[in-house]
């Protein structure tokens, strides 16, 4: 099973970017996927999660209101819309799938057993 996280750049405060996660090998329908972020200096922490479904949706306090998850199980993809972005919001975004049949959102890194290469978000001031 292979992710390819794509989409992040240099952006300004205030700016949107949309980050891409694709995946093969396998199909990642039945699974919950998610977001994490590692930003310099700092540990892993979780994102955003969406279930297997696409219906349920997870996100960290701090960027509630401002990025969405979605999800095409058609095409095998995953998507976090990252809009109003702050210059704390700069990290390597990893894309995960998670390991439990018909999962459910879930913030813990241990649930998710497959991880893409990360994308550089970065925001400047």
């Known amino acids: 099973v292979q992710l390819q996280a794509s989409g992040g750049g240099l952006m300004q405060a205030g700016g949107s970017l949309r980050l891409s996660c694709a995946v093969s090998g396998r199909s990642s329908n039945l699974y919950a996927m998610g977001w994490f972020r590692q930003g310099p200096g700092k540990e892993r922490e979780f994102v955003a999660s969406?279930?297997?479904?696409?219906?349920?949706?997870e996100f960290t306090d701090s960027v509630k209101g401002r990025f969405t998850i979605s999800r095409d199980n058609a095409k095998n993809t995953m998507y976090l819309q990252m809009n109003s972005l702050k210059p704390e919001d700069t990290a390597v975004y990893y894309c995960?799938?998670?390991?439990?049949?018909?999962?459910?959102?879930?913030?813990?890194?241990?649930?998710?057993?497959?991880w893409g290469q990360g994308t550089q978000v970065t925001v400047s001031s």
């Open positions: 969406i279930s297997w479904t696409g219906r349920g949706t």
């Open positions: 995960a799938v998670g390991i439990v049949r018909w999962g459910t959102t879930d913030t813990r890194g241990t649930q998710y057993g497959y």
